[in-house]
């Protein structure tokens, strides 16, 4: 902990006013009237969020719960890495490094983090408290930007330097989901002091094809499925600096091109976004980006990945050996395989099918997320 230096989030006045302002003055257009969100972000609820972002929503209120955990930041790797590291209740919490996606920040586990480092607090029991190291990926939000766009398995190598080397921890394990599952399966092939991982989302791939009737099926639907998803990220894995010019100029617009994520990729009921989510839960995520001018440098993970290889694990066929846990929700994005498929990419031990949830499980179902992570590590215990 030599290297870490406390962090306060503290925007300056300044730069939310000026944020205020760019959205109090946003010229609107014209959209269909009967377009729904089919065509994108809805127009109506846009400018319904965007009343409440000016005359409603506090963001010192935000960044006070935001503060309420211990915030660091160190030199990583040649990053200025910033991290939420929030020690566990009880004599023996187990090092767990959660890592977040894209359109994610930190924001995903300000509800969560509280429940996994201190579980007496909330009608569990101490012995499953954790040590919760939460990282700004590097390029987002309070982490400083790489030298060029990196990918999740270069990320995965920052954060293992940072489990390690910074925090001094001899072996930790990694939970993800977005971005973070692909991080985590990369701290789980390629650095022996991570000792499982548990992931809520599939995004790595097998050399080989699909095998068999159901793979395959799985895989056309697949396909056929990303096709209206696929426009987001081409763009970020191709042009990133292109859309950074609007963004980097409009609140509005990275509002909108993260709330049709939050709208698209969620478990919400009867098409309202807020079946699920506040107003302020939006508007918090999204400000992160905002007040950090980061939307630029966040992109670039997906022309990082790209460079490292894309999607597929190892051009050998080898697979993650460390113990696995798989936690299933079922409006998840990135539709999961038939078990078959993912037990050659990953050493599946523990396969959970949830009964509701979507993408952003630590916000969605926190407590069904986290009953999984536990009862996977009390498997390790038991194995151990």
Known sequence: MNMCQP????????????????????PWHEMPDDGGWDYG???????????????EFDWRLEEQKINRFSHFKAPVDGIDLHFIYEKGSGLNPKPLIISHG?????????????????????GGSVEDAFDVVAPSLPGFGFSGRPPRPYGPRQMASVFNTLMTDVLGYDSYIAQ????????????????????????????????????????TAWAEK????????????????????????????????????????MHGWSDIKNGNVESVYTKDQLLTNIMVYVVT?????????????????????????????????????????????PR???????????????????????????????????NFVRTLDTKS
């Open 102 to 122: 894209w359109p994610g920040t930190i924001v995903e586990f300000l509800d969560f983090i509280d429940l996994l480092a201190h579980p007496e607090n909330h």
């Open 176 to 215: 993800g989901g977005d971005w973070g599952g692909a991080i985590s399966s990369w701290l789980g092939y390629e650095h022996p002091a991570c000792q499982a991982i548990h992931i809520n989302i599939l995004t790595m791939r097998h050399k080989d094809a699909p095998q068999g009737a159901e793979e």
């Open 340 to 374: 078959s498929y993912a037990e050659r990419i990953y050493n599946i031990t523990q396969w959970t099918e949830m009964p509701r949830g979507g993408h952003f499980a630590a916000m969605e179902e926190p407590e069904l997320l986290i009953d999984d992570i536990r």
């Open 7 to 26: 962090f306060t989030v503290a925007v300056p006045d300044k730069t939310l006013q000026h944020i205020r302002t760019r959205v109090q003055e946003y």
């Open 222 to 261: 697949f396909d056929r499925d990303q096709i209206i998803q696929d426009g987001y990220r081409t763009q970020q894995a191709t042009k990133p600096q292109t859309l950074s010019y609007a963004m980097m100029d409009s609140p509005v617009g990275v509002a909108a091109w993260i709330l049709e994520k």
């Open 293 to 337: 001018r980061t939307f630029n440098t966040a992109s670039w993970i997906y022309y990082g990945r790209r460079e490292e290889g894309g999607r597929v694990l190892s051009p050998e066929g080898n697979r993650v050996e460390v113990p696995t846990a798989c936690a299933l929700f079922p409006k998840e994005l990135l539709a999961w395989p």
């Open 41 to 55: 972000t809805n127009l109506d609820y846009m400018k319904e969020l965007c009343d409440y972002w000016v005359d």
